[in-house]
């Protein structure tokens, strides 16, 4: 078993984790300065040495320094000699920057396939019924094996689904031709929005 991740230490005691322990929920907290980006840096230092992978949401960039080893400064050294703590060892650890636009890092990227109907749906503003229909796009898809990647094989799979609408209805339930047309519309709003979800 991985040795405890040592988190804090005080007077008296030492704040550690254990890793096995390491899938609960945690909140850190404290006032402006009191070390909780530096308790963040080092949970996330501490699991990439494990081997686990951290991805860590981080729209400031106060966690962007993990990426180059650290330099020691006066100030650094002070406190280690008063919390009686060996100089660490300085090492970078390996990131990736990811990207919603893709221009300064690696581009996030979805499938239609991976948003799922519901959340498609509410990016839409689908009614119910044509929720419905979304609902059996998708369910079909899984079924026949064909894969959404994107919004062009969405649109491909809705006029499918309502060329065969007579012939789904039995096995996946009605399938309203105006439904689809709606759905279709709200995709071109969705594009005209401007709004590059997919690559």
């Not at 969405?154 to 709606?182: D, F, I, K, P």
């Amino acid at each position: 078993m991985a040795d405890a991740i040592k988190i804090a230490r005080g007077q008296q005691s030492e704040i550690t984790l254990l890793p096995g322990m390491a899938n609960r929920h945690g909140c850190i907290t404290g006032a402006t300065g009191t070390g909780k980006t530096v308790s963040l840096q080092l949970l996330a230092e501490s699991f990439s040495r494990l081997g686990v992978p951290v991805f860590v949401a981080d729209v400031k960039g106060d966690l962007s320094g993990v990426s180059r080893a650290a330099e020691s400064s006066p100030k650094l050294s002070a406190r280690l000699q008063e919390l009686k703590l060996p100089e660490p060892i300085f090492a970078a650890n390996p990131v990736v920057f990811w990207d919603v636009f893709g221009e300064q890092g690696h581009p996030v990227r979805a499938t239609v396939s991976d948003m799922g109907p519901l959340l498609l749906s509410r990016m839409l503003e689908l009614n119910a019924t044509q929720e419905g229909v979304l609902n059996i796009v998708f369910k079909l898809a899984d079924d026949e094996g064909q894969l959404i990647l994107d919004l062009k094989d969405l649109r491909a799979m809705l006029e499918h689904v309502a060329q065969r609408a007579t012939e789904l209805r039995s096995q996946y339930g009605n399938v309203s031709v105006a439904s689809v047309g709606a759905i279709q519309r709200s995709l071109l709003r969705l594009e005209a929005e401007g709004a590059q979800l997919f690559w």
